[in-house]
């Protein structure tokens, strides 16, 4: 391995890292507004987290196979990813404690 | 189960969680100290690191899902509620993030050249947000236990 550019399956996986991680955060605060949907999820799988971890891994996974073939090694550097990946989390960990907060 | 398996199983949670987290501290440093010889190290101090995740994740939603909600309604009932409306719900949560970045480890680790600079630095970050998630999750999982003692003292 000698090539500069990452790989598409990194660029694929880390992109839906960092979509994953925001979509949980808005998945969360979706379900805990709306109970008859928190309820939903709870009935389908026994509890709501059951069904809210199937659903963020399935698309965690769906997402990086679909990135990966879409994925332009020469427009996704390691550094821009990094940082994508960096402020996601941080977007998404940050949002969803200030939700419980004001929850 | 029994009362021991029950407790047990919630401590080989924790202990896969915080195997992950010295083991993601192991590979920060060898990423710092990164050179040709270290690289067979990195590679194989990822997958362990997402494994032991990826344990601690199962063993403990499995506790939380089926054993966990008799002691949510102690801490509930207690005068640290919020040890599980906040970090009880933040901690179940997050951890989401920290599987995938755990799991995006070794994608990162096997699939390029460690020796870019900028594919190094890559790796670096998603290390990095792993022990810190890890230790947040760590530390938010004793206030919780902390919450169910002030619950029990309370009754």
């Known amino acids: 391995m000698t090539s500069t550019t990452l790989d598409k399956t990194t660029i694929g996986f880390g992109l839906s890292a960092a979509v994953v991680s925001i979509l949980n955060t808005l998945l969360v605060i979706f379900k805990e507004l709306t109970p008859p949907f928190k309820a939903g999820m709870a009935s389908a799988m026994g509890h709501h987290w059951t069904t809210h971890g199937a659903m963020v891994i399935v698309l965690f996974i769906v997402l990086g196979f679909i990135f990966s073939g879409m994925a332009k090694p020469e427009s996704w550097g390691a550094e821009k990813l990094g940082k994508t990946i960096l402020w996601a989390v941080i977007i998404a960990g940050g949002a969803l404690a200030a939700f419980y907060l004001l929850h | ?155």
């Open chain 2, 1 to 155: 189960m029994s009362l021991f398996g029950i407790q047990a199983s919630v401590m080989v949670h924790v202990l896969f969680g915080v195997l992950g987290i010295l083991l993601a501290v192991a590979l920060l440093v060898y990423i710092l100290n990164l050179n040709e010889k270290n690289i067979p190290r990195i590679r194989s101090l990822s997958l362990y690191t997402a494994v032991s995740i990826c344990l601690s994740y199962v063993i403990g939603g499995w506790w939380y899902v089926v054993y966990y909600y008799p002691e949510r309604d102690i801490i509930r009932a207690g005068a640290w509620k919020w040890a599980h409306t906040f970090f009880m719900e933040w901690k179940e949560h997050l951890f989401f993030a920290l599987l995938f970045l755990s799991i995006l480890l070794p994608i990162i680790a096997y699939r390029n050249d460690l020796m870019v600079p900028e594919n190094r630095r890559l790796l670096l970050i998603v290390t990095a947000l792993v022990v810190i998630i890890g230790l947040a999750m760590d530390g938010s999982g004793a206030i919780i236990s902390r919450g169910l003692v002030v619950g029990y003292q309370g009754r």
